[in-house]
């Protein structure tokens, strides 16, 4: 009987592979790496994306066309990095953060990467940010990348697409936690709030969405995309 490999051995093939694309597809950036370096020194938790997902990120937002783009999680701005390059000279990009130290880490990791000027990090609860957008009449975002407390989902679902047009991507990060989202009595509160989010997006006819699962050096998760196919 041939034995199952273990958990630890598949991340290891995951990361195997993930390597390969990377040197396939996504050369070394030096800002990039400069980005984690300073991050880690900051000791912020290493959770940021993959340079493979943070690719697929700046993929979609070239492909929408995007010209301005919101993010809901900042952490040290590695994210923020891969979108903001998708931008033309004029886009620009708002990135939410709650905690101030993560906020000025990411300040000095995007004006590194040349986005100072078409990039702003607001510091506050992310919930409270997306009201005080959508009061303002702030114009629609063309993508939103969701990627902080799971919890909050279904809120930054709600704020995302009142700051949305016709034709706005809603990316969210971290909607398959290791398989854990499709047991439907997990006590666990990161859980629930994907879940809440994923009830609200397929029951809203404004949304066409899917999701997909991941694997790689960042373990096993996945994400999910809603396309804004009517007006909010």
């Given at each position: 009987m041939t034995q199952r490999p273990s958990p630890a051995d598949d991340l290891a093939r995951w990361t195997t592979v993930d390597r390969y694309y990377e040197d396939a597809l996504a050369p070394e950036d030096p800002v990039l790496e400069e980005t984690l370096r300073t991050s880690h020194a900051a000791g912020l938790p290493e959770?940021?994306?993959?340079?493979?997902?943070?690719?697929?990120?700046?993929?979609?937002?070239?492909?929408?066309?995007?010209?301005?783009?919101?993010?809901?999680?900042?952490?040290?701005?590695?994210?923020a990095i891969w979108l903001g390059r998708a931008l033309p000279p004029d886009g620009r990009l708002l990135s939410l953060e709650l905690e101030p130290r993560h906020a000025e880490v990411a300040r000095a990791n995007l004006a590194r990467a040349g986005l100072a000027e078409r990039a702003e990090v607001r510091v506050g609860p992310a919930a409270e940010s997306l009201t005080a957008l959508r009061r303002a009449s702030t114009p629609a975002f063309d993508v939103v990348f969701i990627d902080a407390d799971k919890v909050g989902y279904p809120e930054y679902l709600e704020g995302?697409?009142?700051?949305?047009?016709?034709?706005?991507?809603?990316?969210?990060?971290?909607?398959?936690?290791?398989?854990?989202?499709?047991?439907?009595?997990?006590?666990?509160?990161?859980?629930?709030?994907?879940?809440?989010?994923?009830?609200?997006?397929?029951?809203?006819?404004?949304?066409?969405?899917?999701?997909?699962?991941?694997?790689?050096?960042?373990g096993y998760d996945g994400f999910s995309a809603a396309l804004v196919v009517a007006d909010p």
């Open positions: 959770i940021q994306v993959s340079p493979l997902q943070g690719r697929l990120l700046h993929l979609l937002a070239r492909a929408v066309g995007a010209r301005r783009i919101l993010e809901v999680g900042t952490l040290g701005g590695y994210s995302a697409i009142a700051l949305s047009r016709r034709g706005t991507l809603i990316v969210a990060d971290n909607v398959v936690r290791r398989g854990d989202v499709a047991d439907a009595s997990s006590s666990d509160a990161q859980v629930q709030g994907v879940r809440r989010m994923n009830e609200r997006i397929a029951h809203d006819p404004r949304l066409f969405a899917t999701a997909i699962q991941t694997v790689g050096s960042k």
